[in-house]
């Protein structure tokens, strides 16, 4: 099976790596791009578990190892 | 409107962000875990353009800044 995990910065975290690609974007006549928000994507793959164990092992690995619940957030999902 | 662009590493190249997690990962007994690649997500929030001009314009910004055609590969979705 294969888990996609998407991590980034909570919306009140600034974000320069998105605002340098927005302006690059810009400053090559991209003109009608209005935000940029850059994170990180995980896939995963694992043995076959039941939706159970997914459900309580995927946000618990996501929020101890992927993300800093700090100042990011994710989201997942079983891709295959 | 928002597109999601996934930036991943081809398969041929090595990954070792990927490797550290799923090293990681495997010494905190989470060892139904076969494999990780990590990879970027960017959400980019721009004006309404028409699904032609999208089709367009996405993929070439996307070569052109957000991926290194060399060694990375890119999907993109529509998400709003």
């Known amino acids: 099976m294969r ?11 600034l974000d320069p790596q998105g605002q340098t690609v927005r302006n690059a974007l810009l400053t ?26 997914i459900k309580q092992v995927i946000p618990e690995l996501a929020d101890k190892v992927l993300a800093n619940p700090i100042i990011e957030k994710f989201t997942w999902e079983i891709i295959e």
């Open 3 to 13: 888990i996609r995990v998407l991590v980034s910065y909570k919306d009140s975290v």
């Open 28 to 53: 090559m006549d991209y003109n009608f791009v209005k935000n940029v928000r850059q994170g990180k994507v995980f896939e995963i793959e694992i043995e076959d578990l039941s939706d159970e164990k």
